[in-house]
């Protein structure tokens, strides 16, 4: 079936313009993650997504980062007023509820801010 | 809070056999989790440790010693499409039902002819 997809698979932008990242999940999936990564760097955890669950923003780094998730599938990450900071691969992963080992990810976003 | 320790750098020889390291600090613990991502793609999940000893899967084996807080990821007969990053993870459980994941920063492997 299909995997995790992500648009737009590049993006760049000015400093001081929003942009949205989305995130379609494996179909059937509850649970969904976003990560940064940066050049050469693991993955941070920014969000997730527990079906009909208050979503954990533990991870978000400013209050310009944000996200929601529509109907239980789609994720947008919305980031505001981006930063050259903000320039990272952006990767979203879903999994099943309760699986504690294997989460599926997408390709990733790879956003530059100039 | 957690915390993994994995080395950033390790080359080896096409046909031989690599160990990955990773040491962690949890505040409960619910397995080591190792995965791989090649330049630009996606991390792909590799195998996954809740009990202690060794977990084999084809050419890649996992060991995890939870006494230790240590695990490790073993690959044998290297081929050259084994050069990625391996991350070691571990989950943490914000509340009943899910988790998301601790990474390590990632040792990059590269396998020489």
């Known amino acids: 079936g299909a995997g995790v997809s992500q648009s737009p698979s590049n993006k760049v932008t000015e400093k001081g313009k929003d942009v949205e990242l989305r995130c379609d999940p494996i179909?059937?999936?509850?649970?969904l993650y976003w990560y940064r990564q940066s050049l050469g760097q693991g993955l941070e955890f920014l969000i997730y997504f527990q079906g009909n669950s208050a979503p954990d923003k533990s991870g978000l780094p400013s209050d310009r980062f944000s996200a929601e998730r529509t109907g239980g599938s789609v994720s947008t990450l919305t980031i505001q007023r981006t930063q050259q900071e903000d320039s990272a691969v952006y990767l979203c992963a879903s999994n099943i509820e309760g699986a504690k080992n294997t989460q599926y990810f997408g390709p990733g976003t790879r956003l530059t801010v100039l | 809070g957690q915390s993994l320790e994995q080395p950033s750098e390790v080359t080896a020889v096409e046909g031989a056999i690599v160990q990955i390291n990773c040491t962690y600090q949890?505040?409960?613990?619910?397995?080591l989790s190792w995965y791989q991502q090649h330049d630009g793609g996606a991390p792909t999940f590799l195998s996954y440790n809740a009990l202690d000893g060794l977990e084999e899967t084809g050419r890649f084996s996992s060991f995890l010693s939870r006494s230790d807080s240590y695990g490790y990821l073993l690959l044998q007969e290297l081929q050259m499409k084994d050069s990625a990053s391996y991350f070691c993870?571990?989950?943490?459980?914000?509340?009943?039902?899910?988790?998301?994941?601790?990474f390590g920063k990632g040792t990059k492997l590269s396998v020489i002819p």
């Open positions: 949890t505040s409960g613990f619910y397995g």
């Open positions: 993870a571990v989950p943490k459980k914000p509340w009943a039902g899910s988790y998301q994941l601790t």
């Open positions: 179909s059937g999936h509850t649970a």
